[in-house]
């Protein structure tokens, strides 16, 4: 059984950085693309970054691009979420979600497994 369980939300000043780390459990984490996505209240989840198996490729929405970075350790079964220069926002509960396969994407239907979010809030 999959299991990924994301930490390191909190409540940030706008200006500063969080980092987000999503651990897998449950089959062999380095052989699956990784993303992560983001809902803001009353809005629609939204893709904000996605990390091919083995790290080589990664993609990020435009609105983050520059301020977010997107890493994984495969010998931990962990991704990460570096997230510098926040804004009020990126104020939104943040999911890691895991696909099938090996490839990335940015599409919200092509992962299979989702963890329970974390909370981020950015102050103004």
């Known amino acids: 059984q999959v299991q990924l369980v994301e930490s390191g939300g909190g409540l940030v000043q706008a200006g500063g950085s969080l980092r987000l780390s999503c651990a897998a459990s449950g089959r062999t984490f380095s052989r699956y693309s990784m993303g992560w996505f983001r809902q803001a209240p009353g809005k629609e989840r939204d893709f904000v970054a996605t990390i091919s198996w083995g790290g080589g490729r990664t993609y990020y929405a435009d609105s983050v691009k520059g301020r977010f970075t997107i890493s994984r350790d495969n010998a931990k079964n962990t991704v990460y979420l570096q997230m510098n220069s926040l804004k009020p926002d990126d104020t939104a509960v943040y999911y890691c979600?895991?696909?099938?396969?090996?490839?990335?994407?940015?599409?919200?239907?092509?992962?299979?497994?989702w963890g329970q979010g974390t909370r981020v809030t950015v102050s103004s």
């Open positions: 979600a895991q696909r099938n396969v090996g490839g990335t994407s940015l599409k919200m239907e092509d992962y299979f497994y």
